[in-house]
């Protein structure tokens, strides 16, 4: 139904004063986590040049850590920030300056915001009445998307008298009986306990088959990123970092900062020396040459590598135990593990470097705790291919065009 | 430990009680004046001074004399004194309420210097009294006409603005903006987000601001009796000071049975809503 375009999108906040007001509660709190974001002569920037063509029924997800601009960059897209530059359309009309309830958008909130003083019915009923909806329709419309999220024995009750899950459940369903073409959801699922968490992410995906809309969805939760999204986009201090699909982003991540931000545990890195041989790229790192795989070598020479110091890094899954005399054998000492039940998480320190490895312990014989006693040497190695390598200086990555 | 925990609680116990009786007879002394009025009221006028704290007896039982005098004294009729009572208040708390939380909600939201200038103005008005404005503002009041029950409430807007203004502003900042939000992009405009959106929400403001405001514009006696023309309108508090004869005789059982009169809509009122006036006054002081 609609296509979201973001073209040079900019937010700035003409100084930190301003943005303070901006915000109530929750988010006065942020101006003071935005220290690292670009200070120019207009003001604080809080979105820098931001560029996104969101296709027709997609979901996009931005994912970032608190005070990375995604928000602001929703509550753009939703109308209720102005934008300092750049161009919005949705559906191939500019939006810059059309007010919220022109945008033809629906919103769901952290807070999940329902109108205290009304039921859930009323509360979901309320977008229609205002568009001068038909009674009969509106009544149709509220009880199928009552049904849709399993809340139609609530009706009557007031929010108040609902649980957090419930609540939230309420707020979708009055983003959803307008058909909106774009909903937009801003951490809906933060309030929420684990349990109910995991649940209501399983629903948000089966809602998302059923109704046609274009989502753009916002999370500081890599896991949530992860499952939902059809593209994620990695922002950090008003910075898009990559945009691409969950495979992408995790095989493939453009930087450090995308390779630390998703995935875990995070991604375990090390700094080391590539070397061009004749046999081949070799990597010298924690005392144990490396030898790349031809694969990786043949990307390494696309990219122009002949020596350069890099940071390397192998996610924790990727990482087996081995004997301390194989070969690419790296030995350390187990600072702290933690059993999870499925998989042991071994904190290690190997030449002054932390490494985290998860340990399957499904084929595991013997007590667990006395295997990975504190202290103790540990070794393990790692297939040459599971290896990212960022260029130091600049934490790009080097293989990724 | 095991023993000194016994004593502990037997005197704290012992405070709860001393408290109890300390706080018995600080509100036997508060409703005592009010008591008064009421036995009074039924006692002839020369047994009030007299026998002021009895109650009535055989002898001094006056029955509904003292009510029927009250409010036929003079050449001015009680109940329209009565009604000119409940207009003004009714205007005037109306007035206060739908202009006052309006302009709250606007400094509360918006964000500029001027907001704040103005409600630094409202809160200095609390400050100062009335009796240094009064003068200058009954003639202002009698140039604007604002000197007729239908206008007098424009005068007890400004008076009551400012409290009015500092309670539903605290309240509004406890209003988390994302409904406001939400209420925009489900199609409110401003004016459609405060009368279906915020104003609802207000509801324990708008009585506790309520109660407080008629409490005062009816027990109010200075600003009409100075404002208004008295020979044409009178409210019940000016009546009652009208009950005094013109050599300076009072009949005080009559008077005792108006003020009675006075009283009672406000008491009844109040005890009607009382369990909105602490919820409001609650709500209102978490956040200021």
């Known amino acids: 139904m609609a296509e979201v375009s973001l073209k040079h999108i900019t937010k700035i906040y003409p100084n930190i004063e301003k943005t303070k007001k901006h915000h109530f509660g929750k988010k006065a709190a942020e101006p003071e986590k935005k220290s690292n974001l670009k200070v120019t002569d207009e003001g604080v920037v809080a979105v820098e040049d931001f560029n996104l063509d969101i296709a027709d029924r997609e979901f996009v997800v931005l994912v970032g850590p608190s005070g990375c601009g995604k928000s602001t960059t929703l509550r753009m897209i939703a109308g209720l920030e102005s934008i300092s530059g750049g161009e919005l359309t949705i559906d191939g009309k500019v939006m810059n300056e059309v007010a919220p309830k022109d945008r033809d958008i629906a919103m769901v909130f952290q807070s999940y915001a329902l109108y205290p003083h009304m039921t859930v019915y009323d509360n979901m009923a309320f977008p229609l009445k205002l568009r001068k909806v038909p009674e009969d329709q509106i009544d149709q419309k509220v009880r199928q998307a009552a049904e849709t999220l399993g809340i139609t024995q609530y009706l009557d009750r007031k929010p108040k008298a609902l649980s957090g899950g419930q609540r939230q459940r309420v707020a979708i369903g009055r983003a959803i009986v307008r058909d909106p073409k774009v909903l937009l959801m801003d951490e809906p699922l933060s309030n929420l306990d684990a349990k109910l968490r995991n649940q209501m992410r399983a629903e948000i995906i089966k809602l998302r088959k059923r109704i046609n809309a274009t989502f753009v969805y916002v999370t500081h939760d890599q896991t949530e990123a992860m499952t939902l999204g059809d593209r994620i986009v990695i922002m950090k201090d008003g910075v898009v970092q990559q945009v691409g699909t969950p495979q992408e982003v995790f095989n493939e991540p453009a930087n450090l900062f995308v390779a630390g931000f998703i995935g875990v545990p995070q991604m375990n890195f090390f700094d080391g020396h590539l070397e061009k041989t004749a046999s081949g790229y070799v990597l010298d790192a924690l005392d144990t040459k490396i030898a790349i795989s031809p694969e990786t070598g043949k990307a390494l020479e696309a990219a122009g590598v002949t020596s350069l110091d890099v940071t390397a890094g192998v996610r924790p899954e990727q990482i087996q135990l081995a004997n301390a005399d194989e070969p690419g054998a790296m030995s350390g000492t187990i600072d702290v593990s933690e059993l999870m039940g499925s998989t042991v998480h071994v904190h290690a320190s190997v030449e002054g470097y932390d490494f985290v490895l998860v340990i399957p312990t499904i084929d595991f014989d013997g007590a667990l705790g006395r295997s990975f006693a504190d202290g103790a040497p540990i070794s393990f190695k790692f297939e040459p291919n599971a290896v990212h390598f960022f260029d130091k200086a600049s934490g790009k990555n080097i293989i990724k065009p | ?288």
């Open chain 2, 1 to 288: 430990m095991a023993n000194q925990q016994p004593q502990t609680l037997a005197s704290e116990a012992r405070h709860k009680k001393i408290l109890t009786i300390v706080f018995t007879i600080i509100c036997v002394i508060w409703v005592l004046p009010v008591v008064c009025v009421a036995i009074n009221s039924f006692k002839l006028n020369t047994f009030v001074k007299t026998e002021t704290f009895a109650l009535p007896t055989e002898e001094s039982f006056a029955g509904w004399s003292n009510f029927i005098t009250g409010m036929t004294f003079g050449n001015y009729p009680f109940w329209s004194a009565f009604g000119y009572s409940a207009l003004i208040t009714v205007l005037s708390t109306a007035l206060i309420l739908v202009c006052c939380s309006m302009a709250a909600w606007y400094i509360a939201r918006v964000d500029s210097k001027f907001c704040k200038v103005i409600y630094t103005l409202c809160i200095f008005s609390m400050v100062v009294p009335f009796q240094m404005v009064m003068f200058t503002l009954s003639k202002t009041a009698d140039t604007l006409k604002l000197n007729t029950p239908w206008t007098i409430p424009i005068v007890y807007l400004g008076f009551g603005a400012g409290l009015a203004i500092f309670m539903f502003v605290g309240f509004v900042k406890s209003i988390p903006l994302e409904i406001e939000e939400a209420a925009a992009i489900d199609g409110c405009g401003p004016v459609r987000t405060f009368f279906l959106v915020v104003l609802p929400m207000l509801k324990p403001t708008l009585i506790s601001v309520g109660i407080l405001e008629i409490m005062w514009v009816w027990n109010d006696y200075l600003l009409p009796y100075l404002v208004l023309d008295i020979n044409q309108y009178r409210t019940i508090p000016i009546q009652i000071q009208y009950l005094k004869g013109s050599y300076g005789t009072v009949d005080l059982g009559a008077t005792m049975a108006i003020i009675l009169m006075a009283i009672i809509p406000v008491i009844v009122f109040y005890l009607s809503c009382q369990k909105y006036i602490i919820k409001g006054v609650a709500a209102g002081a978490v956040k200021g």
